[in-house]
C-alpha cells in the first residue's frame, strides 16, 4: 500500500508540472514558435566545429613576427590560401593563414605579427600562447583558394607572405611559371623571406623599404590573360596592385580585415521567430540592433571573419561585407556583424 501511494504522488506530481510548463508555454510573448528549419548558426557549421589543439613549437621567423605549431588528431586537410580561427584565452577570435605544408596532416602552422595599437589578439598570441599551451581553433576554411592556371604572379606584403608561401611551393610543385613580389619594411621583418628565396630563386623580387623603396609593379598591366594575380598584404598594397591590372582586371585578394560592418541607409529588420521589428541605423550593425532585443545572440569577431553570428535570411536582398561566406552560403545567409541590406528590408530567421 505504501508503494502503491508513493507512486501516485509521483504520477500527480509530474501532472502539476505538465500543466504548469504549458500554462507558461501558453501565455508566453513567443508562443506558439513559428514553424522554421533548425537556424543557422556559425558554431553549427562544420568548418566552424571548435577543436582542441597543442602549441608544441614556437619561433620566431622575423623581427615581431611569431610562428606557432599546433598539434592534433583528426585535422582536417586544408589547400593553400586557408586559414582557421584562433580562439585565444580570452575568447577573442582571430583569423590567420595556414602556412605549413598541407600534406602534414597533423600539424598546422600558423604565424602573426605584433600589432603595437591593434585590439589585442596579436599580443595575446605573442605573450601567452607559448610550447605546452592548449587553444581552441575552428576550420579551416578557405576564402582565397589557389586555381589552376598556367602561369601565377604573386604579391606578398609583410605578414601578407603567410597564405601566399604555400601558393608558392604548390606552383612550384606543379610545375607552373610563376613570379613572387615580396615587399616589407625590412628583410628582418619579413618572415619566411629565405625559404621563398631558396624555392624560387630569381624568380623571387624582393623589396624592402629601407633598401628601394616601394615596389614597381608596372608590369602588372602586361600580364597575359592566362595569369592569376594573387595579393595579400596591406590596403595600399593590394589597392596598388588593383590599379596596376590591365582594364577589366582584377587581382585574387586577402585583405587583414573586413569592409565597414556600418555606412549607408536605415533599415528595417524583422525578427521573424521573436515577432519583433526593428530598425538598423546607418551608424550601426545589424548585430549591435538584434542584441538590443536579443542580448543572447552568439557572436565573437564583429569583423566578418569567423562565422559565429551567421544566420539565415529569409526575405530580402544582402549586402554582403564578410571575407568568409562561400558563393552558395551567401544564397541565403549573412554575417550580421558586418553585412547589410542593399535594399530597405531584411527578414531574418531569429
Known sequence: MPRLTTVALVAGAALLVRRAVRGRMSTAPLWPMPALDVPVSGYGRGSTVPRKVLVTGRSTPADGVVELRLEGAGLPSWQPGAHVDLVLPSGLVRQYSLCGDPADTGTYTVATRLIEDGRGGSREVHEQLHEGTEVEIRGPRNRFPLVDAPAYVFVAGGIGITPVLPMVRAAEAAGADWRLVYCGRSRATMPYLAEAERVGGDRVTVVAEDESGFPELDFLAHVPVETAVYCCGPDGLMDAVGAAMPEGRAPRLERFSAAAAAGGSAFEVEL???????????????????????????????????????????????????????????????????????????VLDL
Open 272 to 346: 521573424r521567430r521573436s515577432g519583433r521589428t526593428l530598425t538598423v541605423a546607418a551608424d550601426q550593425s545589424v548585430l549591435a540592433a538584434v542584441r538590443e532585443e536579443l542580448p543572447g545572440i552568439t557572436y565573437s569577431c564583429q569583423q566578418g571573419f569567423c562565422g559565429t553570428c551567421q544566420q539565415r535570411v529569409l526575405e530580402g536582398e544582402i549586402d554582403h561585407r564578410d571575407e568568409l561566406l562561400t558563393d552558395a552560403e551567401r544564397d541565403d545567409s549573412m554575417l550580421i556583424c558586418v553585412s547589410r541590406c542593399a535594399g530597405k528590408r531584411l
